[in-house]
């Protein structure tokens, strides 16, 4: 059974940078990306970024590009997203997610992804 847990939320402030961990167990030899969502109350679940599971390859939404940072580690099935210069508007509950589909661009699409975290807290503050 595929399991994706996350760890590392939680409050922190404008400025600062945080790590989210998201690890997966279970099948892993079928997944071809892995990355993470955010939403917010009242909104759609919006796409951050995807790494590509055996190449690295990455892709961001255009709102994080150059701030977040997504990386993973095959050995630990560990998939890693990194958040600096954190502002207000990032605030959110972020989600990881596998995908076994091939097209990295087509993850943004929260559809195409079959097993999701519980999706830990990040709340910044001014």
């Known amino acids: 059974q595929v399991q994706v847990t996350e760890s590392g939320g939680g409050l922190v402030r404008a400025g600062d940078s945080l790590r989210l961990s998201c690890a997966v167990s279970g099948r892993t030899e079928d997944v071809f990306s892995m990355g993470w969502f955010r939403q917010t109350p009242g909104k759609e679940r919006e796409f951050v970024g995807v790494i590509a599971w055996n190449t690295g390859m990455t892709y961001y939404s255009d709102s994080v590009k150059g701030r977040f940072t997504v990386s993973r580690e095959k050995a630990k099935s560990e998939v890693y997203l990194q958040m600096d210069k954190l502002k207000d508007e990032h605030t959110s509950v972020y989600y990881c997610?596998?995908?076994?589909?091939?097209?990295?661009?087509?993850?943004?699409?929260?559809?195409?992804?079959?097993?999701w975290g519980q999706g830990p807290q990040v709340p910044v503050s001014e």
């Open positions: 997610a596998r995908s076994t589909l091939p097209l990295l661009t087509g993850f943004t699409a929260p559809h195409r992804s079959d097993y």
